[in-house]
Every structure is written in structure tokens, then in C-alpha cells.
């Protein structure tokens, strides 16, 4: 399936609003446990400069899901991105993160970076499709065994022909960017 911002019908894609706070901070929790965002958290990135912030709903109102973007500069970083276990499987998770590429590449950023856990097949295979490439591994960043690995696809055009900045880093590079990433947990 290619990658859209159309969202799968009946879920409705709609700027996240300080009123959708309450809920997206209960998914989160509900999805994420001690790592998950606070709702002071989504307080504070609503206003943040550069952040792009996407809800989607059912026409009855329930919250299908939710993603964060951030951009500062070169590099942007999709800071948060779920859906609910009941709306996945329907490209929901493609629109929410092709809403993240396009903030970015509309904001002028070159390159859209995350972190996500490196068990976590469904988000692995959702970025993998949206051309997300390994950057670097951090090992045991979760815990024993539970590997974050740095991803990053470019949102511009690519970089002319013997710009070495067009290569992935060696080894453990830079991560997300430090000024836009509240860190601790995946994406
Ligand atoms: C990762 C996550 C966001 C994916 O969300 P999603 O809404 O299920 O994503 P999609 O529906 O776009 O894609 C999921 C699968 O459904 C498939 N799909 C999409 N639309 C479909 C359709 N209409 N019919 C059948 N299958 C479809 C996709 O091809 C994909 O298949 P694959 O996993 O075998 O590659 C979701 O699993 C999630 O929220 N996980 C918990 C939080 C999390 O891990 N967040 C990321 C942290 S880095």
C-alpha cells in the first residue's frame, strides 16, 4: 500500500487541539504505561514552535489514534505516534506519519528522523514502507536486550551528486535532535 494523508473512512484526520489532550493522554497510557507521555507533556509540545500535532477520530468522536512531529531546522523527528488497538490494520499508522513527512518537508526540514524499539515489528514495518532507514542502534536504551534503533528517511530533495551528508552516519550517530526530543521512550 502507498503511503497517504487520506485516512481510512470512518476515522477523520484533524489538527490535535488542546481539547483532544485528555484523550490522547489516556491512549498514550494506556498504550506506553510508565513511558508514556504526561498530559503536561502534550501541553508543552502543543507550545513548542515547529510542532505539527494530528488527531484522528470516528465520526462519534473516539480517538483512533495520534501523532507528533517536530521540526527545528535540517532534521525533523516524529516525537510520538500511535494508534488505537481496535483502529490498526487500516493505514490508519500511514496517514498519521505521511502528516509527520509533510509537516517536515513544509516546515524545510531534509530528513525525518525517530527512535523506535527495535522489537517492535508493526512499527518497524510501518516505517520500513514509508523508506525509513537504520541511522544508528542504541543497545539496551529500553532495558536489557531492548535495543532503540535511530531511523531516519530524508523529506527534501536528495542531496547533490558527492555531498557526503547524503550517507548514513558511521556508528552511533546523532539521534533525534536534543532540542525537540522530550526522550525516554520510542518515536
Ligand atoms: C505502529 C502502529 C502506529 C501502526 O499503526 P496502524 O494503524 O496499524 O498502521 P497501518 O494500518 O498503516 O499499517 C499496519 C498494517 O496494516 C496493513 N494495512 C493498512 N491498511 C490496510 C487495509 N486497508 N487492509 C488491510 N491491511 C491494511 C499495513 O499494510 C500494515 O501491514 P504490515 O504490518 O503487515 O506491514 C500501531 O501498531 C501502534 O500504535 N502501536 C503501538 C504504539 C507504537 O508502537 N508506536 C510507535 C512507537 S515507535
Redesign the pocket.
Known amino acids: ?1 502507498s503511503p497517504t494523508t487520506a485516512p ?1 473512512a470512518p476515522v477523520r484526520l484533524a489538527r490535535l487541539r488542546w481539547w483532544d489532550v485528555a484523550d490522547v493522554a489516556a491512549l498514550e497510557a494506556e ?2 504505561g510508565p513511558t508514556a507521555w504526561s498530559a503536561e507533556l502534550f501541553w508543552s509540545e502543543l507550545a513548542a514552535p515547529g510542532r505539527g500535532a494530528w488527531v484522528a477520530r470516528t465520526a462519534d468522536g473516539a480517538l483512533a ?1 495520534y501523532a507528533v512531529a517536530a521540526a527545528a531546522g535540517a532534521d525533523a523527528d ?1 516525537q ?6 481496535w ?11 505521511a502528516a509527520c513527512e509533510q509537516h517536515a518537508a513544509a516546515l524545510g526540514a531534509t530528513a525525518l528522523l ?4 527495535a522489537g ?4 518497524r ?5 514509508h523508506g525509513f532507514e537504520q541511522l544508528a542502534r542504541r543497545r539496551d536504551y529500553y532495558g536489557p536486550g531492548a535495543d532503540a534503533l535511530v531511523l531516519r528517511r530524508r523529506t527534501g530533495p536528495p542531496p547533490p551528486p558527492g555531498d557526503a551528508t547524503g550517507e548514513p552516519d558511521a556508528g552511533d550517530g546523532p539521534g533525534p535532535t536534543d532540542d525537540t526530543d522530550p526522550g525516554g ?3
Open positions: 500500500m481510512p498504550l506506553f489514534g516524529v510520538t505516534i500511535a494508534t488505537a488497538p483502529a490498526r490494520g487500516r493505514g490508519l499508522g500511514d496517514a498519521l506519519l525517530l527512535e523506535v524499539d517492535n515489528a508493526p512499527a514495518r510501518l516505517y520500513a514502507r521512550r520510542p518515536a
